[in-house]
């Protein structure tokens, strides 16, 4: 429930210090990127991997697709390791992006988009698998930060082995239906 209240009103600081067990930091980073310039707060670290918020554009809203790749760009070139978060001015949504890095492969954008009036479970979930405890704070490193982190924002994989089997359980549920004479309302039911 916390987590959803923070979630909702935007309090960044207090959702990651105080429920997710991230340190304090306070950092700033400018720069420009197709002649706006960007302003990301941090607002909290973790071993080195840090939380970033970036404001929003001069008409209130986040930066499109394109330039948030860019914008990553230039944050990893201070923080290699980094979460961040686009909000709009009306503070009704929020763009979390996190990049997956491996050697000898491209860099794989992983984002989720949460909207206010939204309950935010898979946001939560996500967020909950890169919580920490106390008791861990003495073992913790970066290597442990970000393969949390991965396993939280990489889902497509496990998205599409589940659409995959998903297919196959549809496809056998189907030959088992019997009294609906039309394929459509088959699958349908399937």
Not at 49 to 63: H, I, K, R
Not at 120 to 145: M, N, Y
Request: charged share 30%; hydrophobic share 35%.
């Amino acid at each position: 429930a916390r987590l959803r209240e923070q979630l909702r009103t935007f309090d960044f600081n207090k959702l990651f210090i105080e429920e997710l067990g991230w340190d304090r930091h306070t950092s700033h980073l400018d720069f420009p990127v197709d002649g706006q310039t960007f302003t990301l707060n941090a607002v909290a670290q973790k071993r080195g991997m840090v939380a970033y918020v970036c404001d929003p554009l001069a008409d209130g809203s986040p930066p499109d697709y394109a330039t948030r790749r860019k914008v990553e760009r230039q944050v990893s070139r201070s923080v290699l390791e980094h979460l961040i978060v686009y909000v709009d001015e009306a503070k009704t949504a929020q763009i979390w992006q996190w990049v997956k890095r491996e050697p000898g492969k491209p860099t794989a954008c992983r984002e989720h988009t949460y909207y206010r009036n939204q309950p935010g479970d898979a946001l939560i979930q996500k967020l909950q698998a890169i919580a920490f405890r106390l008791a861990e704070e003495e073992t913790l490193s970066l290597v442990d930060v970000t393969r949390r982190t991965r396993k939280a924002f990489d889902v497509e994989r496990v998205t599409k082995r589940f659409y995959d089997e998903f297919r196959k359980q549809h496809a056998a549920f189907l030959k088992f239906i019997t009294g609906i004479p039309v394929k459509e309302d088959q699958e349908w039911y399937a």
